[in-house]
């Protein structure tokens, strides 16, 4: 047991990620007694679990970092354009010794348990390994791709091999070396893991449900003058991303698809193709709400992908059919279609053949046999809600968050959730989350939530609380949104549509991080209208 048990905090923060790093530090930094609860046994969140080998993000580096401190952007030096897990980590890292942030954690603190005392208008936590922790505020930065699948097939626990998930890759690594593996899934984890694997293994096999689109990474190291670059124009790359439509100051074409040439439409697009990953996903403003201009993009990708695949019976299968381009988050690769050529990898469709069992030697499917030494799992995660709904979350009256969100989750601007007083989530349904610059928004949302934490100890308030009607119409709103772009057209984690008996909404907030932190910041300048706040 902690000393520090009996003794309520003004806040505590789940998460040592990006998000909840920031937070604990804005907290301190404010003069809020503030705790950070990690289940991990160290600071990264994402970046700490997700070690697997090609683990790359999608966003520049420059972008995908803390703008909060301006020495901190000038003395940090990035090595390349799109930064591996390794140096994201080591980042993460450094920001928290340069703060002293981690004095200010427990780790191997995984929260198992969330509950509100009416009486007392405070918050009990308890976690796994039995601790309990007491705070005015609970603040979760838990993370969207946090809460691991793990595949439900006949047989699987029977496995003699070895097993890997993508997202509890051992930190010590894993030699391949002339083994017979099977990769199941082919979402980013599974498009980034599967060329490495295949340079090393004996055989590499893929188990595939659902084709996904992906854009070669195009990596390259910064130079000296990159980094003189970087650093002298970071305030304003910095201002163009405040109010971006991603929170990056990657701005796209204002003219609409079918307004240009066929040849216009061909340049803009080949930039962008080679600007690399997921900005291939805004190479048009109506690319993602008019299927016309989405079957141009969609084309364009399809002819790319054809030309690096040998064999265009395995190319039918590799590209999607089922969703328009860009509805599914595409991934980004570095040589994943060309892999299929080599004569040590073979894809299976599981469309076609099913697995029907996993046995102690390999996978049997529908129509054949497959030996193999080791399975890697990258199946996914149960998306924006999964980490939250594994906690058990009781709120006012003994509510519990998992009957609340019954019928799908419902929010006001992401962070508050009616019946659940001085508890709020980050980067949850309702934000723009995965949509957007993760580390900029997270910044934003923090900011926002340790400002009205200071408003009400600052005014003696001890219970804040959402209106049911605001979030209704929030949740609404989100909604609204979505059904007018294609985004609803796709079976994506996004909806929901990857864990079975989930509610299928859009969860994140499609409308822009611009249009979304001008909602946030008219809610504070206005003092709060859609709470209550007790004193």
């Not at 160290?42 to 970046?47: A, D, F, H, K, Y």
């Not at 053949?353 to 046995?359: F, N, P, S, Y």
């Not at 984690?493 to 008996?501: K, L, R, S």
Request: net charge negative; charged share 25%.
């Amino acid at each position: 047991m902690h000393p520090e048990q009996g003794s309520p905090y003004d806040v505590i923060i789940i998460g040592a990620g990006f998000a909840g790093l920031y937070g604990v530090h804005r907290a301190a930094r404010a003069g809020l007694r503030v705790l950070g609860l990690e289940a991990g046994e160290s600071v990264g969140g994402t970046w700490f679990w997700n070690r697997y080998p090609g683990a790359r993000c999608d966003v520049e580096s420059v972008d995908y970092s803390y703008s909060f401190d301006e020495d901190l952007q000038q003395s940090w030096t990035w090595t390349e354009r799109f930064a591996a897990q390794p140096e994201i980590l080591s980042y993460i890292d450094h920001v928290a010794d340069r703060f002293d942030l981690k004095q200010r954690y427990r780790f191997g603190q995984r929260v198992t348990a969330a509950h509100f005392d009416d009486s007392t208008s405070t918050w009990t936590l308890g976690t796994e390994a039995g601790d309990e922790y007491r705070s005015r505020f609970v603040v979760f930065a838990t993370g969207c791709l946090s809460a691991p699948i793990k595949p439900n097939l006949p047989g699987v626990e029977t496995f003699a091999g070895e097993e890997l998930f993508t997202a509890q890759w051992p930190e010590e690594g894993v030699p391949m070396t002339g083994k017979r593996v099977g990769v199941i899934g082919t979402g980013s984890s599974g498009i980034q893991v599967s060329p490495i694997i295949a340079r090393e293994a004996r055989e590499l096999t893929v188990f595939q449900r659902s084709p996904n689109f992906s854009v070669p990474v195009p990596n390259r190291p910064w130079t000296e003058a990159d980094q003189q670059e970087i650093r002298a124009t970071y305030r304003q790359r910095r201002e163009k991303s405040y109010y971006a439509p991603a929170a990056t100051p990657h701005a796209g074409l204002q003219t609409k698809a079918v307004e240009l040439s066929a040849a216009e439409r061909e340049e803009a697009m080949e930039d962008r193709w080679n600007g690399g990953g997921v900005l291939f996903n805004k190479v048009f403003p109506d690319q993602n709400s008019d299927l016309t201009a989405n079957e141009f993009v969609r084309d364009f990708a399809v002819a790319k992908i054809r030309a690096k695949i040998d064999d265009q019976t395995v190319a039918d299968d590799l590209i999607p059919t089922d969703h328009p381009i860009g509805t599914k988050r595409i991934c980004t690769d570095s040589g994943y279609y060309e892999m299929f050529n080599r004569p040590n990898v073979s894809l299976v469709n599981l469309r076609r053949e099913a697995i029907e069992e996993v046995t102690p030697t390999g996978v049997r499917t529908a129509n054949r046999f497959i030996e193999l030494d080791t399975l890697v799992y990258a199946t996914g995660f149960d998306a924006m809600t999964g980490a939250l709904l594994r906690i058990d979350i009781r709120g006012a009256q003994d509510a519990r968050l998992g009957d609340t969100w019954a019928d799908g989750p419902v929010t006001y601007l992401g962070f508050g959730i009616p019946g659940f007083p001085n508890m709020f989530s980050i980067n949850s349904v309702g934000t723009p989350s995965v949509m957007a610059n993760m580390v900029l928004h997270s910044e934003q949302q923090l900011d926002w939530v340790l400002a009205l934490v200071e408003h009400c100890r600052a005014q003696g308030i001890q219970r804040a609380e959402v209106h049911a009607e605001a979030a209704e119409k929030w949740t609404d709103h989100l909604m609204e949104v979505a059904e007018g772009t294609l985004f609803v057209k796709a079976n994506s984690w996004y909806m929901g549509a990857n864990v079975e008996g989930k509610k299928r909404v859009f969860m994140p907030y499609i409308g822009g991080f611009g249009n979304y932190r001008r909602y946030c910041d008219e809610e504070r300048d206005g003092g709060y209208p859609n709470f209550e706040l007790t004193a």
